[in-house]
């Protein structure tokens, strides 16, 4: 039976307290009731937890493949069984609304059987040699221990993304959930694989504020690879950590994702892209719409009709399964936007809807008269408001989406399919869609951005390139000619 007792973290298949003198009470963003309270881990709860992933790596790296694949094949009959205990923990931990919710447990399914295939990629190869009478082999190796750090927005599914292949290509993981959400990025996954039947030591979760154990995540001496999804500011610390110590890092940070609407486009498929892209999860999305760009021949007819729809979007209780807009994460990341929003106003910009908060549910806002310039349009939003910005031409609205640092998801609306690809093209991002919206995630297809927005790709055959490393064996069949540096010896 699925363990749901998430007072504890989980280190060498054991379910222990923390040492650290303080804890981490865990609460309803929605309504503020308490959910768990844990007691946080110290630096030797870290140290034991990737002393245990260490050892359980040795074996496992040599284990076969079939049974590699039998452990994730059972997570995915456990994650079933499991759907409806998953999907209310994010409700009642992340904000999420059941719809998101349930998407972002269909997404992690997707990730869990995707990486069944991995024990079965890891394939080497034989290459020629300039040498003669010696064959060159190349062959892929896991790379040890992998430390994740996961986030709050899309706890479950941006978790399991790292955790999934990391298992599957023969390394074991030490895990730190965000503090906001221990359970879902967290603590649940200790559950669910112990369920599946992995064996001890592979998987550990440290639950603790990063002031006390945020560094020694990066720093400590056994992970070879750091993977975090997060903001940009962060990520930048971790990179510069993690180079100082020679580790590998797969960065997925923040994004500044723009629609482009372009003059021939169809307003109603495009306004609907736009409502999807930019609320869905209250736009704590990192593909999240942040600009919309519309040309000035439809701007005053796609306004219109973008404000009309967002009118009839529901918010507030994220349990209520008609809900469209739920809470925001916490009362700093309103008070974030509402300052943005205040500033974007003085400047220019007008409110066309919402604009208000009510504790941490945030009205889905709509802004007209925005520059590219303005706090709302230059920041990542990461909440309901939506941003309008007119443009004269393709290659204005080309100058101002690149012109931000991040590039991570976008889109772009034509009736012309040419036409939009061409325009998708000159855009400098990790992923971009044409006739869609931003937020899209596959787990086949490569994620991950450009610029600001991180390093390296998830999903598909592109994160084995991350997770595991390349070795050159050659082995010479034939006695080697060394030329007169022997032959003068002799």
Known sequence: MLKTDFSRMYIDGEWRKGSSDKSMTNKNPFNGEELVTIQSA?????????????????KWATELPQNKRAVLEKLV????????????????????????????FQASLNIVKEATGYPYHMEGKIMPSQTPGKENRVYRNPLGVIGIISPWNFPFHLAIRSIAPAIATGNAVVLKPATDTPVTGGLIFASIFEAAGLPKGLLNVVVGRGSEIGDEIVTHPVPRLISFTGSTEVGRHIGELAGRNLKKTA????????????????????????????????????????????????YEKFAERFTELAKNLKYGDPADKTTNVGPL??????????????TSVEQGAKIQLGGQAD???????????????????????FGPVAVLIPFDSEEEAVQMVNESPYGLSGSVHSSNIERGTSFAHKIHTGMIHVNDQSVNDEAHMPFGGEKDSGLGRFNGEWVLEEFTTLKW??????????????????
């Open 359 to 381: 504790g941490n549910v945030m009205e889905p806002t709509v802004l007209t008269g925005v520059t590219n310039k303005m706090p709302i349009a230059e920041n990542e939003i």
């Open 329 to 342: 994460i916490n009362k700093d990341q309103v008070d974030r936007i509402m300052k943005d929003v205040k």
């Open 77 to 104: 009959t456990v994650m079933e069984e499991n759907k409806e205990l998953i999907i209310d923990w994010l409700v009642k931990e992340a904000g999420s609304t059941v719809m998101k919710a349930s998407v972002e």
């Open 251 to 298: 960065l997925e940070l923040g994004g500044n994702n723009a629609l482009v609407v372009l003059d021939d486009a169809d307003i109603e498929q495009a306004v609907e892209s736009a409502l999807f892209g930019k609320f869905y999860h209250q736009g704590q999305i990192c593909m999240s719409l942040n600009r919309i760009f519309v040309h000035k021949d439809i």
């Open 42 to 58: 110290a630096k030797g709860d870290l140290n034991e937890a990737y002393e245990a992933a260490a050892r359980a790596q040795e």
């Open 473 to 490: 064996l050659s082995v010479q069949h034939t006695p080697r000619d060394y030329g007169p540096f022997i032959s003068q010896l002799k």
